[in-house]
């Protein structure tokens, strides 16, 4: 089994600047992709951004593009989301979520954590 663990989230001003990260702990698992998603209040989940495995692929939410950067950390099992010109309208929970391998079945699941909460103040 897997666990991910989101931290980084809080308060800030518009036009400010948060890093979120993402830690994957656990035995027998290997992960593959990684992606963080965000779900405001009344709306669906949706993507940010995603990442492979090996960290040089990447793809972003038009509007992420531009203000918000993903990468990953493989040796600590970690993934972690810059954004920067945060809108009020980023205001969400962000979720990390993680294409898993069992290793001792080969099975593959999708892992999330349990978010964290971004708010963006006018």
């Known amino acids: 089994q897997v666990k991910l663990v989101e931290s980084g989230g809080g308060l800030v001003q518009a036009g400010g600047s948060l890093r979120l990260s993402c830690a994957a702990s656990?035995?027998?698992?290997?992960?593959?992709?990684m992606a963080w998603y965000r779900q405001a209040p009344g709306n669906q989940r949706e993507l940010v951004a995603a990442i492979s495995s090996d960290g040089i692929t990447t793809n972003y939410a038009d509007f992420a593009s531009g203000r918000f950067t993903i990468s990953r950390d493989n040796a600590k099992n970690t993934v972690y989301l810059q954004m920067d010109s945060l809108k009020p309208e980023d205001t969400a929970v962000y979720l990390c979520n993680a294409g898993t391998i069992d290793t001792t079945v080969y099975k593959y699941f999708e892992a999330w954590g349990q978010g964290t909460l971004v708010t963006v103040s006018s």
């Open positions: 656990g035995s027998s698992f290997s992960i593959n992709r």
